[in-house]
Structures are given as structure tokens and as C-alpha cells.
């Protein structure tokens, strides 16, 4: 039985993965800043634990606590949608504070007993905003992007190592709270003078389109946890795999 730790259990993919994963048979160590019991069925194969994937000291208890883990899916991220003019460099720092510097600690964390067991797989959880330019985003896809390029680099020296490092890139998801809570951050963030601009943006991207669910991310992390064949980068979502076939 194997084991599998997963970083922002809370809610959306996360909490939708670590519940994949349980009801596969894995052993599933859910994270989350504040553990909720409640949100997963109790399981003898579920442990719920406090993990801040900012706070180096969190990390480590984390780590400690959870014992030999197989997969690790850095999961924890934040968005942000703005105009990067009225964006405080405060906020830049929080969100490549969880979603960039929060990945790589969970990753330097786990590597020693992967690396000494020569076995060990991780999967990063992008976006695919880093495929395709989008206005309003410009915070949040850099620190995105700087996960893609940290992936793929690190893939290469880990595989002498018998790790194995993937990239899933799921696409908009109207349907988790991620898109809700990367608005909600807006409002600070749209001075008048791009206030029109906005608007603009935000009417067309109202008017539909394919979009990506929970489970198209699932079956994603599923894959580059268990296939070992699988490749590098794994689009998540209908809107994702367009993306991705254009730069083919």
C-alpha cells in the first residue's frame, strides 16, 4: 500500500484527489493550514494534517509526522486576478510565498528519503495559464511559470535518482472555489484607470467556452503518480488540452 501526500486539502482539487486516492486504496496524508475532519470520510488509510507550505517549521512537522511517503502533490497554491499596476509588491511576495517557494520546500523536504529509498514520484500542480498569455494574470502565471521551469530542470537531476517529477497543467474551473477566491483578491488590485479594460476582459470570459473539472485534474495526478510512462507535462481539462495542441 502506498502512500501519498498532498498539499491544500481544503477544498477543490486537492480535497477531490485525496478522496480519489483513498477510495483507490492508497494511504492518503491530506494537508491543509487549518486540518478539517469533517470533509473527508474517516478512513483508517486517512491521516488530516496542519501544514503551512510557507512556514519552514510546518513543513518539517508535517514531514515528520506523515512517515515514508511514496507520491508527494504540490497541490497549495493561491490566485490572483489584477492589474499588475495596482498590485502590491506585498501581495506578489504572498502568492510566490505558497505557490512557487511553497513547492519547492515541499519538494527539498521530501527529497532526502525519496533519494535514499531511489524511489519517489512528484507532481507539481501548475496551470495552464502558463500556455497562453492571459491580462489580469500577470502575477499569478509568473509564479506559475516559475514552477514549470524549476520542474523541468529538477526532473533531470532527480532522475538519477529514480524520482520521477511531473507537471499538471488543469485549466479554468468554474466549479472550485480557486477562481472565486482569486476574484474576491481582486478588488484591490484594478485601479480606475484599468477599470474599463477590466470589464472587457472579464465579459469575455464570461461568454463561455470549455473549461475544466475536478475530476479532469484527478485522473491527471492520478496518471503521473502511478504511470511511469507518463510524460512530463499532463494538460487537465478540455480548455487546458486546446491550449497544449496549439503549441504542438
Known sequence: MKTI??????????????????????????TMRTPREDILAASEHLRVLALDVTDRTSILRAVEAAGPVDVL????????????????MDTVREVFETNTFGTLAMTQALLPQFRARR????????????LLALPLLSVYTASKAAVNAFTESVALELAEFGIRVSLVLPG???????????????????PEAYAGFAERVFAGRAEG????????????????????????????????????????
Do not use: Y
Request: proline letters at 4%; one cysteine or more.
Open 5 to 30: 501526500l498532498i498539499t491544500g486539502c481544503s477544498s477543490g482539487f486537492g480535497l477531490e484527489i485525496a478522496r480519489h486516492f483513498l477510495a483507490q486504496g492508497w494511504k492518503v496524508v491530506a
Open 73 to 88: 502533490v504540490n497541490n497549495a497554491g493561491i490566485g490572483l486576478m489584477g492589474a499588475f499596476e495596482g498590485t502590491t
Open 119 to 130: 524511489a519517489g514520484a512528484i507532481v507539481n500542480v501548475s496551470s495552464s495559464t502558463t
Open 172 to 190: 479554468r474551473s468554474p466549479e472550485t472555489p480557486f477562481s472565486r477566491n482569486a476574484q474576491a483578491r481582486m478588488q484591490e488590485a484594478i
Open 209 to 248: 467556452g470549455p473549461v475544466t473539472h475536478a475530476a479532469d485534474v484527478v485522473q491527471a495526478v492520478w496518471r503521473a503518480a502511478t504511470d511511469a510512462a507518463s510524460p512530463l507535462r499532463l494538460p487537465a481539462g478540455a480548455d487546458a488540452e486546446a491550449l497544449a495542441n496549439t503549441q504542438r
